[in-house]
């Protein structure tokens, strides 16, 4: 009986497909597994024919049904093993196939394939323009070296042409996988010996003699990083019933770079995108660590519980559930440890107050003391001062700058509002109660006292954190090399925190990276949430310059996004079930679509449609797992960590971004005013980044002024 494998494109092909061509793969590969070697070339259902003019003989291809075939790469050396390597429409497979040419890597041993007409075209013309090139990106690598390396002679050619990086990434889909990665690593400034290291040997068998084993068979076995072997009728039948899944942690070598740095001589700091794999590198940062020394402690953490958890279970999958290394990992949230810390140090902690009851708490210190400010205003000058500052008493704060808040408050003034703030603080005594930030606060200053508990920290989401969360972090580990390592996007700042690392101990300047290529959204996507930010100046995550999506692109291609305005509201929610039923009669699963808006009021109807047209929903905030079926319903601060294929976010109208009530009146304070704006448009930014393959907005009535050029201008 013939094995299968699969190469990871014939997953990505597979997993876009409509429902009846999935079925139809399924029973194409079951009878497949059933038949003999031999009667695989009579069976007429099947129909396994060669290719004409194939570059490659052993290319073939089997029917799914009248308007779909697979490509199957086929034994010519007397082996049972199969490799499916794509499914595509009937009139364009013979031609994908005809062009395509799989060989085995003289340094890796494994099975890689090329583009091999396409090259062969493109490199007269290109040599012709490099002749006139001032110089060429691989000019001072050898031919030995590159072949020592893996890179045979038709590739060696073609980039000899290559002038820059963005050519080299245009031409990156022609060329052989392993091949084109070792190239990649060489750009990005590593040494042939460090690329060997890291590439190559990783991947290159143990036993490998001095040639190579053409056998397609030795060759899959050699590959598992990209094929898939299926064993038996059983896994293959679970296999094709899961989506692809490409839970491999994978690194560009401009990630691994920052990643895999020996050591750095302080703190670090690593910005980019939605989708520029910023968690992903702070994973890998973990590991490296873990490697460096088997004593040492790290301190995983980033701003929700959500989040923290997919850390938590991606991490385990990074270390292949090495329960020594995870055991010297805390992952958690950073208002969860310092909640730890006062518990562990400070006895019993307060219990904390959410953002309604600490509103009305200043709503009655306004009452009973007369004062002219509103609650929001008090309260903000406690979170973004006095909280921000660590101020503890009047001298101090008639004496502190205001960094961030409009409006002159003169000692007199200052001395007023503080008497509010020691009535708020006495209110939350006497109901044993505190804010989240005082938790913080306190904390930090126990464990100035008792130590760093931690010789690594890693901060995911640093944006978002405030600096009374900081300063829990800076004293949790000791200044010194590999102290903190911060990831995060300026762009995706969605809750009301201003800070200045350097204040705080946190210097970064000389260990800062930016990463600029999203692997997550297609460029159309892209394009069109970076126009949401367009019109906006953002300021970096140090809070002493400003952050750019400059340069910032995907390297995937799909559809536009669908952009719609509604008479009503019931027309906007009908219309998004019929998106939902297209998307799922596509082959999409309901628990790979995502919808969200900015309030729970709207997902509430949302859910009732929905469910009523029988389709599957579920919400975010209830933790379904997994295996859950059902589309996620979410508001758009819930959005933040997560992904899906598809996105719908609703109710985008003027009226909810940006939403009133979450933003300062101009009178009261200016600078405010705008960080409020713009917490506001980054909050709808995150929303539709969070879609791969297709993005659907909508909204009824009037748009929200949020909503790019293109589309304000219609």
Known sequence: MPQLAFTNSFWESYDVLEKPVKAGVRKAMAKFQQLSVAALHSDKGLHLESVDNARDPRMRTIRINDFWRGVVLAPDDGSDVFLLVNVVPHDDAYSWAAKRLYTTNTATRGLEVRNVVAIEQLTPALEKAAADAPSLLFAKYSDTVLRDLGIDEQVRRAVRTVIGKPQLEAFGTLLPEDQFEVLQYLTEGFSPEEVYRDVVAVRRPADAGPDPDESLAVAIANTTNRITLVTGP?????????????????????????????????????????????????????????????????????????????????????????????????????????????????????????????????????????????????????????????????????????????????????????????????????????????????????????????????????????????????????????????????????????????????????????????????????????????????????????????????????????VKRHDTETAEITSLVERVREWIGQGIRPSEIGVCARFNLLLGKVYEKLSAAGIPVVRVRDNPGAATDGVRLATMHAMKGLEFRCVAVLGVTAGALPFVREVTPLAVDALQHDSDLLRERCLLFVACTRAREELHVSWAGAPSEFLPRTVLDR
């Not at 873990?290 to 959500?306: E, G, Q, Y």
């Not at 406690?382 to 008493?393: N, S």
């Not at 961030?404 to 509010?420: H, V």
């Not at 606060?441 to 600096?467: F, M, N, S, T």
């Open 234 to 562: 059983d896994e293959l039948a679970e296999i094709l019933e899961k989506p692809f899944a490409a839970w491999r942690v994978f690194l560009h070598p401009s990630q691994r770079r920052v990643a895999y740095r020996v050591s750095y001589g302080g703190p670090v700091q690593v910005t980019g995108g939605p989708g520029t794999g910023k968690t992903v590198v702070a994973l890998h940062r973990v590991k490296h660590l873990l490697s460096r020394s088997p004593d040492s402690r790290v301190l995983l953490t980033t701003f929700t519980n959500a989040l923290a958890a997919s850390l938590r279970e991606n991490l385990a999958l990074l270390l292949g559930g090495d329960g020594d290394q995870l055991d010297r990992v805390d992952v958690t949230t950073v208002d969860a440890y310092a909640h730890r810390i006062v518990t562990e140090l400070g006895g019993r902690p307060p219990s904390p107050v959410d953002d309604r009851e600490e509103r009305q708490i200043w709503q009655r210190v306004v009452r009973k003391l007369g004062l002219p400010w509103s609650e929001q205003f008090l309260a903000q000058e406690y979170r973004h001062v006095i909280l921000a500052q660590d101020i503890r008493d009047l001298d101090a704060y008639c004496g502190t700058i205001r960094r961030g808040r409009g409006g002159r408050l003169p000692t007199a003034r200052r001395e007023e509002l503080w008497r509010a703030v020691e009535l708020f603080e006495s209110m939350l005594r006497e109901r044993g109660a505190s804010t989240y930030l005082q938790v913080c606060a306190h904390a930090a200053r126990l464990l100035e006292k008792a130590g760093p508990a931690y010789d690594h920290v890693i901060v995911d989401e640093a944006q978002d954190l405030h600096p009374a969360q900081w300063r829990v972090l800076r004293s949790a580990v000791a200044p010194g090399s590999d102290d903190l390592f911060l990831t995060g996007d300026p762009h995706q700042r969605i809750y009301d925190s201003k800070v200045s690392l350097g204040s705080l101990g946190i210097a970064v300047t000389g260990r800062t990276s930016r990463l600029r290529i999203n692997y997550r959204s297609t460029e159309e996507i892209l394009a069109w949430s970076a126009g949401i930010m367009a019109p906006a100046a953002v300021d970096d995550l140090g809070g002493d310059g400003t952050d750019s999506l400059a340069g910032y692109r995907s390297l995937l291609r799909g559809r536009a996004p669908r």
